[in-house]
């Protein structure tokens, strides 16, 4: 399998590709990373250095790899975090033109916008950007529930409510959503689930909630989502895979005491996941 993953990069820690690429190649898949920007550190330090890459140059990047004959065989274009408006337009010309050499080829987009706690920390344009335009030509989208709430101007909270948010989100265009931070007020105290949903139905997984802020998580789940579910076509293999391996990361990480997360610690736990969550089917 090959993935075109265009996304942020950091030389310090481990957000956007320098989350996403690692992970991927450990469970034995071929990445081929395009850089949106080049960072220092991730922007949650409050000061890093580093270009944001242009949109022409990011383009041009593309442009090198189509030339030297890869596109037939890519089989993702994977995107998360847009720095600026015009990235978009290079991600949707990039996945026009790889469908166009491999039809069979699918776009998995994390609607990177924010969360509940800290609302959006995206520029104000790129949320109606994503909802908009983005959104509709994925097949794959990965967003928090938050996310998801913006995406269909809902607000679900219950399992019903959320399960109705992510069918109004699949008649946009993506057939498959996976809804991670799912946060029910009817949940085991001091938990947290993740949501699946495609063609086959719904399942959901729910973890311990381990208290901590971790950077770059989420561009971790939706790169192991996508890669096991393009893999597979089991929409509960590849939830239990991904849960797996991504609570066992952020294990790591809380125990460690570091800020950043433990992400070359944790590469058993992406190459030989343990299983230890069930998911169940809810629709």
Known sequence: MKILSIQSAVAYGHVGNSAAVFPLQRIGVEVLPVYTVNFSNHTGYGAWRGPLIS??????????????????????????????EGIADVILEAVKRVKA????????????????KSGCFVAPAIPV?????????ADIITPNQFELGFLTNTEPDTLESTLASVELARATGPRTVL??????????????EMLAVDDSGAWIVQTPHIPMKANGS???????????????????????????SVFDLLTNTHESGQRELRLIESQDAYANPRLQFTPRKVA
Request: proline letters at 6%; a negative charge.
């Open 218 to 244: 989420g561009d971790v789940t939706a790169a192991l989502f996508t890669a096991h579910y393009r893999r597979t076509g089991d929409l509960q293999e590849a939830l239990a895979r991904t849960t797996s």
């Open 55 to 84: 949109p022409d140059d990011v383009r041009d990047v593309i442009l090198g790899i189509e030339e030297r004959g890869v596109l037939p065989e890519i089989d993702v274009v994977l995107s998360g975090y847009q720095g600026g």
């Open 179 to 192: 809804v991670t931070s799912v946060e029910r007020p009817d949940r085991e105290q001091g938990t947290i």
């Open 101 to 116: 050499a491999n039809p069979d080829a699918v776009y998995s987009c994390d609607p990177v916008m924010g969360n509940a």
């Open 129 to 137: 950007l994503l909802r908009d335009r983005v959104v509709p030509a």
